[in-house]
């Protein structure tokens, strides 16, 4: 076997993988998705999602990149070859989300510049205004528009960046992670410590932990957890079996997935204080009940956040320290995704990783443009939304089949207790060959329901065909005729 | 808050970063086993 990259050290392994499952997300998600379903109670079923669903699909996933030292097409190709189409599929997916995502870090490259003089100041509807504004955004997905030159920037130097890291392979990424996991915390917690002496704060906070127990009886509680834990942890990328695939076989599997998932449902929790505190102040400085404030995803981040800032004294500060919050909480997903993509490309053609890195960031820059036009953010919001159910969601659930099904679990799990710190034992088994294909099944079948009965967010039935059962099938087209294309010598020679 | 929210919160806390803080101990102890076997002449595998 040609020899293959290794992580410096253990402490780097597990910190990429952390920074990996650590991303926006955490901070406009989670606490957003707790708000709406029960509050505090919404963290029973999260932490029951975790146990029954994350923790088991991670220890899979890497699993089976130690275990074939190979990337996520290898690595199930290894199974049965034609289960290698799950894993271009999974990469193909990630390469979508990279597309998006770096738009978004886009716009919190101009937010960090902006921050020294806060042009969104004078209220909510200044800030959103002032966010559209920045997008170029049009009236709807039909109007594609300009391109706004200042997210173009952004992109530009997102892509770039991203570049550096992973050109040199996963020794560089291991140092840089040193940097980027440990920073967005500390950053949190400033803005964190912030939040909670403000009036207004405790109320905020009450609203996120107040439980209301009746929510858990709803199937749709247990529906949003699952959800959850699965998009926050990087499960169906390929990110973490290509990550796993640059430990030698020996190294420890179970415990390294315990850290990781505690890590970032811990990192999701205490992010949830942050963002709350301010709503809460901005709610009491507004003199408006919390639900008028609250807000997830993009709006949470460049039109809430900010004009909570706004009011606070030091604003420039905080603001340049919250958005180098989002940059750096973005990055690490960002590489990860590519370098995950990057891997399985070069294990095929056994090309080298910087010539990869480079043709693939192009790439990305390029498809990247449409999200920079002023009909980007409609094109993102429908492209997420169908990678988000129907990509990653199938792809974990084929992943268990794969493994429960046709590999055996018993033999995989007998290679993790091996080689781990500590054992896992029938549970394990229970979960990859049952409860979690179908919590995921059940997932999927839902999406479906409600793709059917109302149409996502009132999009055009047009524009949903195009940016999501369109990309969809693009990506199963692609990943087939990666799995049929022959490989490098040695990927043939071993019969993938 | 009331004893309901203060419980939840206190609880999955422990959860969360109890059981991240168990996991990182094991982790140590066992890099130190294996760096100790190591420097006495065995082969280290983590």
Same mark, same amino acid.
């Given at each position: 076997?040609?020899?293959?990259?290794?992580?410096?050290?253990? %402490?780097? @392994?597990?910190?990429?993988?952390?920074?990996?499952?650590?991303?926006?997300? =955490?901070?406009?998600?989670?606490?957003?998705?707790?708000?709406?379903?029960?509050?505090? +109670?919404?963290?029973?079923?999260?932490?029951?999602?975790? #146990?029954?669903?994350?923790?088991?699909?991670?220890?899979?996933?890497?699993?089976?990149?130690?275990?074939?030292?190979? $990337?996520?097409?290898?690595?199930?190709?290894?199974?049965?070859?034609?289960?290698?189409?799950?894993?271009?599929?999974?990469?193909?997916?990630?390469?979508?989300?990279?597309?998006?995502?770096?738009?978004?870090?886009?716009?919190?490259?101009?937010?960090?510049?902006?921050?020294?003089?806060?042009?969104?100041?004078?209220?909510?509807?200044? /800030?959103?205004?002032?966010?559209?504004?920045?997008?170029? !955004?049009?009236?709807?997905?039909?109007?594609?528009?300009?391109?706004?030159?200042?997210?173009?920037?952004?992109?530009?130097?997102?892509?770039?960046?991203?570049?550096?890291?992973?050109?040199?392979?996963?020794?560089?990424?291991?140092?840089?992670?040193?940097?980027?996991?440990?920073?967005?915390?500390?950053?949190?917690?400033?803005?964190?410590? !912030?939040?909670?002496?403000?009036?207004? +704060?405790?109320?905020?906070?009450?609203?996120?932990?107040?439980?209301?127990?009746?929510?858990?009886?709803?199937?749709?509680?247990?529906?949003?957890?699952?959800?959850?834990? @699965? @998009?926050?942890?990087?499960?169906?990328?390929?990110?973490?079996?290509?990550?796993?695939?640059?430990?030698?076989? !020996?190294?420890?599997?179970?415990? =390294?997935?315990?850290?990781?998932?505690?890590?970032?449902?811990?990192?999701?929790?205490?992010?949830?204080?942050?963002?709350?505190?301010?709503?809460?102040?901005? /709610?009491?400085?507004?003199?408006?009940?919390?639900?008028?404030?609250?807000?997830?995803? %993009?709006?949470? /981040?460049?039109?809430?956040?900010?004009?909570?800032?706004?009011?606070? %004294?030091? +604003?420039?500060?905080?603001?340049?320290?919250?958005?180098?919050?989002?940059?750096?909480?973005?990055?690490?997903?960002?590489?990860?995704?590519?370098?995950?993509?990057?891997?399985?490309?070069?294990?095929?053609?056994?090309?080298?990783? =910087?010539?990869?890195?480079?043709?693939?960031?192009?790439?990305?820059?390029?498809?990247?443009? &449409?999200?920079?036009?002023?009909?980007?953010?409609?094109?993102?919001?429908?492209?997420?939304?169908?990678? =988000?159910?129907?990509?990653?969601?199938?792809?974990?659930? &084929?992943? $268990?089949?794969?493994?429960?099904?046709?590999?055996?679990?018993?033999?995989?799990?007998?290679?993790?207790?091996?080689?781990?710190?500590?054992?896992?034992?029938?549970?394990?088994?229970?979960?990859?060959?049952?409860?979690?294909?179908?919590?995921?099944?059940?997932?999927?079948?839902?999406?479906?329901?409600?793709?059917?009965?109302?149409?996502?967010?009132?999009?055009?039935?047009?524009?949903?065909? +195009?940016?999501?059962? $369109?990309?969809?099938?693009? #990506?199963?087209?692609?990943?087939?005729?990666?799995?049929?294309?022959?490989?490098?010598?040695?990927? !043939?020679?071993?019969?993938? | 808050?009331?004893?309901?929210?203060?419980?939840?919160?206190?609880?999955?806390?422990?959860?969360?970063?109890?059981?991240?803080?168990?996991?990182?101990?094991?982790?140590?102890?066992?890099?130190?086993?294996?760096?100790?076997?190591?420097?006495?002449?065995?082969?280290?595998?983590?």
């Amino acid at each position: 076997m040609p020899h293959r990259e290794r992580w410096a050290s253990r %402490p780097a @392994f597990i910190m990429a993988a952390i920074g990996s499952a650590i991303g926006l997300g =955490n901070l406009w998600r989670f606490p957003m998705v707790a708000y709406e379903n029960g509050g505090g +109670a919404f963290l029973i079923p999260y932490i029951v999602a975790l #146990i029954t669903a994350g923790i088991p699909l991670m220890i899979l996933e890497y699993a089976l990149g130690q275990h074939f030292q190979k $990337c996520s097409p290898g690595s199930l190709g290894s199974i049965k070859p034609g289960f290698a189409v799950i894993g271009w599929w999974a990469l193909g997916v990630g390469a979508t989300i990279s597309f998006y995502y770096a738009a978004i870090m886009g716009w919190s490259w101009d937010y960090l510049v902006f921050s020294f003089t806060q042009p969104w100041s004078g209220g909510s509807e200044n /800030a959103a205004e002032f966010f559209a504004h920045v997008l170029r !955004r049009s009236s709807g997905p039909g109007e594609i528009g300009g391109i706004s030159w200042p997210v173009l920037a952004g992109l530009a130097v997102t892509w770039a960046w991203i570049y550096w890291i992973i050109k040199r392979g996963v020794l560089r990424v291991g140092k840089v992670v040193m940097i980027t996991v440990p920073l967005p915390a500390l950053l949190t917690l400033l803005v964190l410590i !912030r939040g909670v002496t403000l009036p207004g +704060a405790v109320e905020g906070l009450i609203h996120y932990l107040q439980p209301d127990f009746s929510a858990i009886l709803s199937g749709k509680i247990w529906l949003e957890a699952y959800a959850q834990v @699965f @998009f926050s942890l990087s499960l169906g990328f390929g990110i973490l079996t290509a990550y796993a695939s640059y430990l030698p076989k !020996r190294s420890d599997i179970s415990n =390294n997935a315990f850290i990781t998932s505690f890590a970032d449902a811990g990192f999701a929790y205490f992010a949830g204080f942050s963002v709350f505190s301010v709503l809460g102040y901005l /709610a009491q400085a507004q003199g408006v009940p919390i639900s008028e404030v609250v807000e997830g995803g %993009p709006g949470l /981040a460049f039109v809430v956040y900010p004009t909570a800032i706004s009011l606070m %004294p030091g +604003a420039p500060l905080i603001a340049a320290a919250f958005f180098l919050t989002l940059l750096t909480l973005g990055i690490d997903s960002a590489f990860s995704i590519v370098e995950g993509v990057v891997g399985g490309i070069r294990d095929k053609w056994g090309l080298s990783q =910087n010539a990869t890195a480079a043709g693939f960031c192009i790439f990305g820059f390029l498809v990247g443009i &449409l999200f920079t036009t002023g009909a980007g953010l409609y094109w993102l919001d429908i492209v997420d939304h169908w990678m =988000n159910n129907y990509g990653l969601v199938v792809i974990g659930f &084929l992943e $268990c089949i794969a493994v429960g099904w046709f590999y055996g679990t018993k033999k995989l799990k007998d290679y993790i207790n091996e080689v781990s710190d500590f054992q896992i034992g029938w549970w394990w088994d229970l979960f990859i060959k049952w409860i979690t294909p179908l919590a995921l099944g059940w997932a999927i079948v839902a999406n479906v329901v409600e793709e059917i009965k109302v149409p996502y967010e009132g999009y055009p039935t047009w524009a949903l065909m +195009a940016g999501g059962w $369109c990309v969809v099938a693009l #990506i199963i087209v692609v990943a087939a005729i990666m799995t049929a294309i022959p490989g490098k010598r040695v990927e !043939r020679e071993e019969g993938l | 808050m009331s004893a309901s929210a203060w419980t939840t919160s206190i609880v999955v806390a422990l959860i969360l970063y109890g059981g991240f803080a168990w996991c990182i101990r094991v982790a140590v102890r066992k890099g130190r086993e294996e760096h100790d076997k190591a420097s006495r002449g065995g082969a280290g595998t983590h």
